[in-house]
């Protein structure tokens, strides 16, 4: 679903992002944020379901202060990326975008991953022989998912899909939602997140495609798959939980540690499924301390 983005707050840090234009799978153009130098190490930030690039604001910019080159993408069918022609949208459409992005690098870059993205990040490393990444932060997902979580956050984004008379009305319909986070006095962060149609009516930043057509990623899931990714997952690994999540329970993380035993957890208190969103402080801290000990074994 789509969110606004934690601002960062630091004056030292740097808060303008430089937009660019990406290659996916079959030239499909993905646009991007790009946080720091480009001679820093990389790190692609992917959101998750129903985001975009703005979901990582301040996450991209304190890595790009310590030092990180950050690139928050938008996938395929949201924010500003283009749509699939083909209607696909099919997980294995995610991992094709994904290398075709890391064949661009000199150097294997860190994935973080948020729900769908991390998903395609987990695909893309356990599938690979010998990985793709130099870490991995999976950010509130694991093979099995809750399925009734999984409805809720379906259904609140088809509620999106007649549209909203402006962005207040919008960011009503997330307040209701996400009755934990406190709703901001300025909304208008929102409208990154929306797009103004014809008929004068906001609706979110993606392909409708994304969920009804016949290759989404609700039709092409398959848990036993990602079960085999996560065995074979050999870059150092962290899992981020919300505590409160609605899609990952402490069962289902419990499974994921087992099949990744060298993985790090997080579980973050206070934070529902969008934890970078929900607690966008400790998300990242613990999200830089990981990095740290990543850069530190080098």
């Known amino acids: 679903m789509s969110e606004e983005a934690a601002e960062p707050t630091d004056a ?29 190490p990389p790190v692609l930030l992917l959101h998750g379901g129903g985001q975009t690039r ?4 301040g996450t991209a910019a304190a890595l790009a202060a310590e030092g990180w080159y950050a690139l928050a993408i938008d996938l395929r069918g949201h924010g500003d990326s283009e749509w699939a ?18 064949a661009t690098f000199s150097e294997r870059p860190v994935l973080v991953g948020a729900s769908l ?5 987990l695909l893309a490393e356990g599938e690979t022989r010998g990985g793709v990444a ?42 209701e939602y996400l009755p934990h ?16 149609h014809d008929d004068g009516r906001y609706r979110w930043h993606w392909d409708p495609q994304f969920l009804t057509g016949d ?19 050999g870059a150092p690994t962290l899992l981020v939980r919300g505590r409160k999540s609605e899609l990952v329970t402490a069962e289902g993380a419990r499974e994921f540690l087992d099949l990744v035993p060298h993985a790090r957890f997080v579980d973050v208190a206070e934070a529902g499924h969008m934890v970078a969103g929900d607690r966008n402080d400790v998300f990242t801290e613990a999200v830089l301390e990981f990095l740290r000990e990543q850069r530190d074994a080098v």
């Open 12 to 40: 030292s840090e740097p808060l303008e992002p430089r937009p660019r234009i990406l290659r996916g799978a079959k030239d499909l153009g993905l646009c991007a944020d790009a946080w720091g130098e480009p001679s820093g």
């Open 54 to 57: 703005h979901s990582w604001g």
């Open 134 to 175: 130099r870490a991995l932060v999976l950010v509130d997902v694991v093979p099995s998912l809750d399925r009734q979580g999984v409805e809720q956050i379906l259904s609140f984004m088809r509620g999106g899909f007649e549209g909203f008379a402006n962005v207040e009305e919008a960011a009503d319909a997330i307040a």
């Open 85 to 102: 022609p083909d209607g696909d949208y099919s997980f294995d459409g995610f991992v094709a975008d994904l290398r075709a992005v890391l």
């Open 117 to 121: 993205g991390g998903i395609t990040s």
């Open 181 to 196: 986070r406190p709703r901001p006095k300025d909304v208008s962060g929102l409208r990154k997140n929306l797009r103004l």
């Open 215 to 233: 290759r989404r990623p609700a039709a092409t899931r398959n848990p036993e798959r990602l079960r085999d990714a996560a065995r074979a997952v």
